[in-house]
């Protein structure tokens, strides 16, 4: 079983590594952060206040999240466009310091690395929780600044100052949370991706795993 761990913070360049990562080792890709995401946005939806510890934990043991290459659907509704939006964004960080939904989420991810015997996965707690056994676990950083415009330019709507301020408080709730907070592995490759283009960031790491340029 093949499983690439990929963590880091938002913004460092995780789902653009992981997904062409995938793509070069044939395995599929999975988006963790769009599993918390969409339990926040299914909360939204459902009118349960995303702090309300015991709502939440237990709507997120019967809510629909199917988070696939194309698009996320929660609850058969597609939500692949809200779940990048501010409310959720900012809804999100108390939902992922919710111990119940973490155990519920992670028993999720272990499902879905198990029916198709590998993948690579991106998220926060990859390589420290859900598979410390992983074959690599890379963990991604670059300067807040950096993260901030990268995550502008994917949120058009909103402008660098919104962006910059909502990644920096998620960064200090998903650091400080006391369940899996977000930290690097000690045995993970720490990459530093400021300044370095998706094609380098990818022959870095695909080094590392021998998959070289084929
Ligand atoms: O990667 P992202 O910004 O879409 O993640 C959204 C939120 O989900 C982020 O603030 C932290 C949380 N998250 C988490 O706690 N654990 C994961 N494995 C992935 C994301």
């Known amino acids: 079983m093949r499983v690439i761990a990929i963590d880091g913070p938002a913004g460092s360049g995780k789902s653009t590594v992981a997904r062409a990562l995938a793509a070069r080792l044939g395995l599929d890709y999975l988006d963790t952060g769009a599993m918390y995401r969409s339990v926040a946005f299914a909360a939204l939806q459902r009118g349960i206040d995303p702090a309300d510890v015991e709502a939440v934990s237990k709507m997120a ?33 108390v939902v992922a310091a919710n111990p119940a939904v973490r155990t519920e989420m992670v028993r999720r991810q272990r499902a ?20 410390p056994d992983a074959e690599l676990k890379v963990y991604l950083t670059a300067d807040p600044e950096v993260r901030a415009q990268r995550r502008s330019k994917e949120a058009a709507d909103l402008d660098y100052e919104t962006v ?22 000690e045995d993970a490759f720490l990459l530093d991706t400021t300044g370095l283009t998706v094609e380098e960031i990818i022959d870095v790491i695909a080094g590392r795993i021998g998959a070289g340029d084929d």
């Not at 910059?164 to 592995?185: F, H, I, K, N, Y």
């Open 61 to 93: 043991a019967d809510v629909s999240i199917d988070v696939g290459p194309d698009g996320v659907i929660v609850d058969g509704t597609d939500a692949t466009i809200a779940i990048r939006g501010l409310e959720v964004s900012q809804a999100v960080s």
């Open 112 to 131: 879905w690395v198990a029916d198709r015997d590998g993948g690579v996965l991106e998220g926060r707690d990859i390589g420290t929780v859900v598979f």
């Open 164 to 185: 910059a301020a909502d990644l920096a408080r998620r960064d200090a709730v998903d650091q400080g949370r006391e369940v899996s907070p977000l930290t690097e592995a």
